[in-house]
């Protein structure tokens, strides 16, 4: 009776450190990819289209996700992620598949300080800054 009544608390407290660890990282994280359709019912005809794909890496940041309009590429985007899980480039990708521009990001001590956008040519177009105020 006194092994049941040492091991239940030690018990209690696996389950509840296994659960919390589920909580924070869980399902997310194993998904790989999302693919959403959506069906519109018509009088005649019901169609179904593609709405958006989704993937994501091991640690459940977003690598890719593309927007579909009846069935059609509207938005395509890649992104890259430093191992913070700090954003560091984004890509915005015509239908055709081609780059148009690219983003890239840079942190201080876990906040954003610079967002640098690129056009195709890998020129600079523009530059943002971010400044804090702490405490």
């Known amino acids: 009776m006194k092994t049941i009544k040492t091991f239940f608390p030690v018990f ?4 509840i450190a296994l659960t919390a660890n589920a909580q924070q990282g869980g399902i997310q994280n194993k998904i790989k990819t999302i693919t959403v359709y959506q069906e ?6 019901n169609r179904k289209y593609k709405e958006l794909e989704q993937s994501f890496d091991e640690r459940g940041n977003l690598i890719e996700e593309i927007n579909y309009k009846a069935g059609k590429v509207k938005r ?5 992620y430093d191992g913070d899980n700090n954003k560091t480039r984004e890509q915005k990708i015509d239908a055709a598949g081609k780059v148009v521009e690219t983003s890239e990001y ?3 001590s876990g906040l954003r300080i610079e967002k640098i956008i690129y056009g195709p040519d890998n020129k600079p177009k523009s ?3 971010y400044q804090y105020a702490l405490y």
């Open 12 to 15: 209690l407290l696996v389950c």
């Open 40 to 45: 519109k019912f018509e009088p005649l005809t």
């Open 76 to 80: 395509h985007f890649r992104y890259e």
């Open 106 to 108: 840079k942190y201080a």
């Open 127 to 129: 530059k943002k800054t």
